[in-house]
């Protein structure tokens, strides 16, 4: 990992060099670079290229940016250092949202650069509101860019094409992982079980979770798992996620179709699984009120940090950690005496990773960080966000005034998703004014930061954040550049161990469909009742399940389906 942080160095290094020396070119023997330019802090900018000269192609660059969150002034520190690090003259579009964007955009001021859903790249591009971005010059011009994106989906430019043409840019968001599993692990040796693999491991576990006093207290209070009933991405979903499917997600269907997963065959048997489990009491009866993620006793974290469940897959990874501010976490502390003690010496705040196995020694109890369990096919996953994130970075017209102004345009993205310099400038801000070095040699806070008169929570006196950060949270190896062992614990121990590793099934659909709005609330109310009581016993699945299946395609599902379809088919 370290080789390609590297890399992208070299290569930022090696874009600011090109422009340096163009620059020197052009003007070699004129004045030193113009006073105003300069940005507005104490920077530490590669520059260098600031003495243009007169004939030298200084492009304007109106900028919209992805949201409101646009700096209160004209001249800020991340727009000057885009002017001086990029010779170009950058001119900020104050927009506050979407109906704004589009008043603006049916004027005709359509700025050069601003973010908008997907849904609106072919209609923006019919009426000649954006540009054409010639793939040839994605390649060559944000070469780091194009292989993350073609790393994470090599169709990921249809999303964003028109009639095979290129009219927006798709965006990443990495720090988006498949959910963790955890099992507890003092449970795992009072009943001197191994750690589950396969589904049939895990229901062996659950029955002596149920039924040997897993926690020691000579009563029968303890449960195999629960779920999460406010939200239904979390429903049992590395147990269906075991039989290759989620009820409410699209899915593949064969080679070429989407289908809802709720509609698979595989659901029906995972589903009867589900009934089985309760019947045989391994699933805690107030699964039908237990909440995702909540301060208080009535989520799955406190029935897992407090010992009424020994299994849990509905957390992201961040809560995951050991370093007393997520949420299980907190809640596994707060139940541990040893862990509280532990965590009374400052110096142990981020020096602990997850647990993959139970650990010889150290505080008690832990939770092991498992893989979602391998169901009788031989299929494995667990839930993950889509990590195409729904917003698209447009140009308009403007920006192809010269292919130099659009080819400077590309340069200052690829800067930003992967110069660590560049980046860093822009969404934190300046050394010495908003961060310094720690001793491991991490970037963190100036202590005296938030007291400063240029401190804002956005970032909007500096123009710091993701006004101009339109590639915020992009290149995962970003992540940890700044934030020091807080952010180390999070992205690299964490995410790394335990997330990134997870087989992860997330939506097929990655545009929104016109049919959703219309049918989808209802469909999903309807699914939910009926999943409840088929695990419940109260309908017989295999009386039921065919005639659910078609009682949703008739209300909705069928034009879902082929509205999901139609869209499938244009990016094949
Ligand atoms: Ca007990």
Same mark, same amino acid.
């Given at each position: 990992m370290k080789g390609i942080t590297k890399k992208y160095c070299v290569i930022g290094l090696i874009v600011i060099l090109t422009l340096s020396m163009m620059a020197g070119c052009s003007g070699k023997d004129n004045n030193p670079e113009p006073a105003t330019s300069a940005p507005a802090l104490g920077g530490n900018n590669a520059s260098g290229q600031g003495d243009e000269g007169n004939s030298a192609v200084r492009p304007k660059i109106s900028w919209a940016g992805m949201t409101d969150n646009y700096p209160l002034e004209d001249e800020s520190y991340a727009a000057s250092y885009l002017e001086e690090n990029f010779n170009v003259d950058i001119e900020i579009v104050r927009v506050d949202d979407p109906q704004q964007l589009n008043l603006l955009l049916s004027t005709n001021d359509v700025p050069d650069?601003? !973010?908008?859903?997907?849904?609106?790249? +072919?209609?923006? !591009? @019919? =009426?000649?509101? $954006?540009?054409?971005?010639?793939?040839?010059?994605?390649?060559?011009?944000?070469?780091?860019y194009y292989k993350l994106v073609m790393e994470f989906d090599d169709k990921v430019f249809s999303y964003a094409s028109v009639d095979g043409k290129v009219f927006a840019l798709p965006l990443l968001e990495s720090t988006v992982s498949p959910v963790p599993v955890a099992i507890r692990g003092d449970w795992l040796k009072n009943v001197g079980a191994d750690i589950p693999v396969t589904l049939q491991e895990l229901e062996d576990v659950f029955v002596k979770f149920r039924n040997e006093d897993?926690?020691? %207290?000579?009563?029968?209070?303890?449960?195999g798992l629960t779920m999460a009933s406010d939200s239904v991405s979390y429903w049992f979903q590395t147990i269906f996620g075991a039989f290759g499917t989620h009820p409410f997600l699209w899915l593949k269907s064969g080679e070429r179709e989407l289908a809802y997963g709720f509609t698979l065959p595989e659901t029906k048997d995972a589903l009867k699984l589900l009934h089985k489990w309760y019947g045989m009491d391994l699933i805690d009866p107030e699964f039908v009120t237990d909440k995702r993620r909540t301060n208080g006793q009535d989520d799955v974290s406190y029935k897992f940090a407090s010992g009424r469940v020994g299994y849990i897959d509905t957390l992201t990874y961040d809560d995951h950690q050991w370093d007393n501010d997520g949420q299980l976490n907190a809640k596994w502390v707060a139940n541990a005496p040893e862990w509280q003690q532990f965590f009374n010496d400052a110096d142990n705040t981020y020096v602990t990773t997850a647990f993959t196995e139970i650990p010889e020694s150290g505080p008690q109890p832990v939770y092991v960080n498992i893989k979602p369990p391998v169901g009788p096919e031989g299929k494995s996953s667990s839930f993950s966000p889509s990590k195409l994130r729904g917003h698209y970075i447009m140009l308009g017209k403007g920006a192809l005034e010269s292919e130099e102004k659009l080819i400077r345009i590309l340069q200052i993205f690829e800067a930003d998703v992967s110069d660590e310099e560049t980046y860093? =400038?822009? @969404?934190?801000?300046?050394?010495?004014?908003?961060?310094?070095? =720690?001793?491991?040699?991490? +970037?963190?806070?100036?202590? /005296?930061?938030?007291?400063?008169?240029?401190?804002?929570?956005?970032? +909007?006196? *500096?123009?710091?954040?993701?006004?101009?950060? *339109?590639?915020?949270?992009?290149?995962p190896e970003f992540n940890t550049v700044f934030g020091g062992p807080r952010a180390e614990q999070r992205y690299k121990k964490t995410q790394e161990l335990i997330s990134t590793t997870l087989p992860?099934?997330?939506?097929? *659909?990655?545009?929104?469909? @016109?049919?959703?709005?219309?049918? =989808?609330? /209802? *469909?999903? %109310?309807?699914?939910?009742?009926?999943?409840?009581?088929? $695990?419940?016993? /109260?309908?017989?699945?295999?009386?039921?399940?065919?005639?659910t299946v078609q009682k949703w395609l008739d209300n909705g599902g069928r034009e879902m389906t082929d509205e999901a379809n139609a869209w499938y088919k244009t990016t094949q």
């Open positions: 650069i601003f !973010a908008s859903s997907g849904t609106d790249i +072919r209609k923006y !591009a @019919e =009426n000649g509101i $954006i540009s054409e971005i010639p793939m040839e010059l994605i390649k060559t011009h944000m070469p780091n897993p926690d020691r %207290n000579g009563k029968k209070d303890t449960y860093v =400038n822009l @969404e934190i801000g300046p050394e010495g004014v908003v961060w310094e070095w =720690n001793d491991q040699n991490q +970037r963190v806070y100036k202590k /005296e930061w938030m007291d400063s008169d240029k401190y804002h929570p956005q970032g +909007r006196i *500096l123009g710091t954040g993701i006004f101009f950060d *339109l590639f915020f949270q992009m290149n992860g099934l997330s939506n097929q *659909l990655l545009a929104p469909i @016109e049919s959703a709005a219309k049918y =989808n609330a /209802e *469909l999903q %109310n309807m699914l939910m009742e009926y999943i409840i009581k088929a $695990i419940m016993g /109260e309908v017989d699945i295999d009386a039921t399940y065919d005639a």
